[in-house]
């Protein structure tokens, strides 16, 4: 099969013209993400304003136990971003990486596409930084492996304590059924690919030259980081503590309404209501989760006027409040 890339050293003319409009339009991509983001926050100021009415009246000490914990899941994205590049003997520290965390969340909401945009201006801020594009990739191949394999590990502890409740529904083994699947074909496929490189695919993979283009990339990603079994198991907890600590972050929310429940209704709620918003195409989830959350506090107890709360109260932190920093991180990462 005919690669549809060039195997010799020199670049193709469309290899040139894609450098030449990466150099030229980067300016174009941050005030095209910027653009959008402002839109999206104007078209979405009345659900601002009800987070905002909600906030102030619930409990101070709550709120700031959930921001403390929203600010805990950034410094845990960036901390797997800086376990694998230290693996690979790169100097960027923690605390230069958090503000990335941030930006990336924000291009992923303001430049909906399933993460590709947030994957995009990732690789785009740590070249900025100096790091070279093969471990740019490789870093963001075992940042989605690791991802995937947290959140089917998560799926699969939410059955069980639904199973624990005597909650478990049809729809939700269907519905973690499907997510499993698809949990399993993104890693193994990537890892398929970086081992054996994405001619495996070509005869695919033809039709799509912009996918065939990233499959190569990944392709030579440098293979010893997947080979690492403390590297994959600790990116891989730090992955999971991100859900851990939504989760943590809806739990003390319903405190701050005055909602006395344990942590294990919240997790499971949290997780299925995040299949539901992965597995449906709707940008940014928006109605999914919140109705999948919903549904999920109801189904083990919870009033549902105050699992409706919990709920707005929970997309204010984690989708509406990065949106503002965001804004500012994005600008200065690919400065």
């Known amino acids: 099969m005919t690669s549809p890339f060039p195997s010799n050293g020199r670049a193709s003319p469309r290899r040139r013209v894609i450098a030449f409009l990466k150099r030229h339009l980067r300016s174009w991509y941050v005030g095209l993400v910027l653009l959008l983001g402002l839109v999206?926050?104007?078209?979405?100021?009345?659900?601002?304003?009800?987070?905002?009415?909600?906030?102030?009246?619930?409990?101070?000490?709550?709120?700031?136990?959930?921001?403390?914990?929203?600010?805990?899941?950034?410094?845990?994205?960036?901390?797997?971003?800086?376990?694998i590049l230290r693996h690979a003997k790169v100097g960027l520290s923690l605390r230069a990486l958090v503000p990335l965390g941030i930006a990336k969340l924000f291009s992923d909401q303001a430049l909906p596409s399933g993460g590709v945009s947030g994957a995009g201006f990732f690789i785009a801020a740590l070249r900025r930084r100096g790091v070279a594009p093969e471990l740019c990739m490789a870093t963001l191949v075992l940042d989605l492996v690791t991802y995937y394999f947290a959140y089917l590990s998560l799926a699969l502890v939410s059955l069980g304590l639904l199973w624990l409740y005597h909650a478990v529904q049809a729809w939700v083994i269907v519905l973690v059924g499907a997510f499993c699947a698809v949990a399993l074909l993104i890693p193994a496929g990537l890892l398929v690919v970086q081992r054996r490189g994405y001619r495996l695919f070509a005869p695919l993979l033809k039709y799509w030259p912009r996918l065939a283009q990233f499959f190569e990339e990944v392709g030579h990603a440098p293979g010893h980081l997947m080979r690492s079994p403390s590297l994959l198991l600790r990116a891989t907890a730090l992955q999971a503590a991100i859900f851990l600590l939504d989760a943590a972050t809806l739990w003390v929310l319903l405190q701050a309404i005055g909602l006395e429940v344990s942590y294990w209704v919240a997790l499971p709620s949290f997780v299925i209501a995040s299949i539901i918003a992965t597995l449906t195409p709707v940008p940014l989830g928006l109605g999914t989760f919140e109705t999948g959350c919903v549904a999920m506090l109801t189904l083990l107890g919870v009033p549902l006027e105050a699992a409706l709360t919990a709920t707005l109260?929970?997309?204010?932190?984690?989708?509406?409040?990065?949106?503002?920093?965001?804004?500012?991180?994005?600008?200065?990462?690919?400065?």
Do not use: D, K
Not at 49 to 55: I, K, T, V, Y
Not at 62 to 77: I, K, M, N, P, R
Not at 319 to 333: C, D, K, S, T, V
């Open 40 to 83: 999206l926050i104007v078209t979405h100021l009345g659900e601002l304003e009800s987070f905002a009415r909600l906030a102030r009246n619930a409990e101070p000490r709550w709120l700031l136990a959930a921001l403390g914990f929203q600010l805990l899941t950034y410094v845990s994205a960036a901390a797997v971003w800086h376990q």
């Open 313 to 335: 109260l929970l997309r204010g932190m984690t989708l509406w409040l990065p949106m503002l920093p965001g804004l500012w991180f994005a600008r200065r990462a690919l400065r």
